[in-house]
């Protein structure tokens, strides 16, 4: 009997050993090497990001914190595939796309990441259902499919009364819903978001932190979530400081 619990005691020891380095050995998600964006300006070059390695894990909730000018934004765009790095390393899922054609990273903006931005982007004239269903014309869904997904994801945001109301009738924290919403419609594995909160008054903008908090501990997301505000940035499960391009601190909140 006690060779029988010394033998059990020794396979979950095991594989506990297993589980621990396979957490550590995990792919990230996101990782940069020596990541360097470099504008040109007259006679002038402006070192937006000066050698920045960063790595995300699947499921991380991390803000990118900084003052105007950090380079957190053009961070953002290169992690987003909206811009290509001047030189270094961006891996995504363990592949290299800085490289890539723009054909190949467009397919990653429709469906590997979901995007959520200040100003929150919403077509005027268009009601929150076909706002949120904008991504899936994109993507090629049929219209009684876009529904359908547009209707889900509004109810999760808490707007499901509110599909048939356009921008205009809606308060700024239920466009931002609206908007994140929209992100989501397309089941990413990332969201991005950057200055969420920047154009509401702070009751919404807790709402808003609180229904990011919500969205990421139920579906796992990997969200990451710029800012220029200490206090938001506190909210995530990890910070990055960044200051004239550069990483200048990373903790755990």
């Known amino acids: 009997m006690s060779a029988q619990l010394l033998t059990a005691d020794y396979v979950r020891e095991s594989l506990a050993v297993l589980d621990a380095a396979a ?6 998600v996101i990782e940069t090497h020596d990541l360097t964006k470099i504008y040109t300006m007259g006679d002038t070059e402006v070192r937006a990001l000066d050698g920045v390695s960063i790595r995300i894990d699947k499921g991380e909730f991390v803000a990118i914190v ?7 934004s053009t961070l953002m765009t290169i992690i987003g595939a909206l811009d290509k790095p001047t030189s270094g390393s961006y891996k995504l ?6 490289q890539m054609s723009d054909d190949s990273l467009s397919d990653i903006r429709n469906y590997r990441i979901g995007f959520v931005f200040q100003k929150f982007n919403l077509l005027g004239r268009t009601n929150a259902l076909n706002n949120v269903g904008l991504p899936l014309v994109y993507a090629g869904v049929s219209g009684s499919e876009r529904n359908r997904r547009a209707k889900e994801v509004l109810e999760l945001v808490g707007l499901g009364t509110r599909s048939h109301h ?21 089941s990413p594995a990332i969201v991005l978001a950057d200055e969420p909160t920047g154009n509401l008054d702070t ?12 969205l990421h501990d139920e579906r796992g997301i990997t969200l990451i979530l710029v800012t220029h505000s200490p206090e938001i940035a506190a909210q995530a499960d990890r910070t990055i400081a960044m200051r004239d391009g550069v990483v200048v601190e990373e903790h755990h909140v």
């Open 23 to 28: 957490a550590a050995s995990a792919q990230p």
């Open 66 to 72: 900084g003052p105007s000018g950090s380079g957190k």
């Open 93 to 98: 899922d363990g592949t290299e796309i800085a």
């Open 166 to 186: 356009k921008p205009n009738e809606l308060s700024g924290g239920q466009q931002q819903r609206v908007a994140i919403a929209r992100a989501l419609v397309n």
């Open 203 to 214: 009751k919404t903008g807790e709402e808003i932190m609180r229904l990011f908090r919500q």
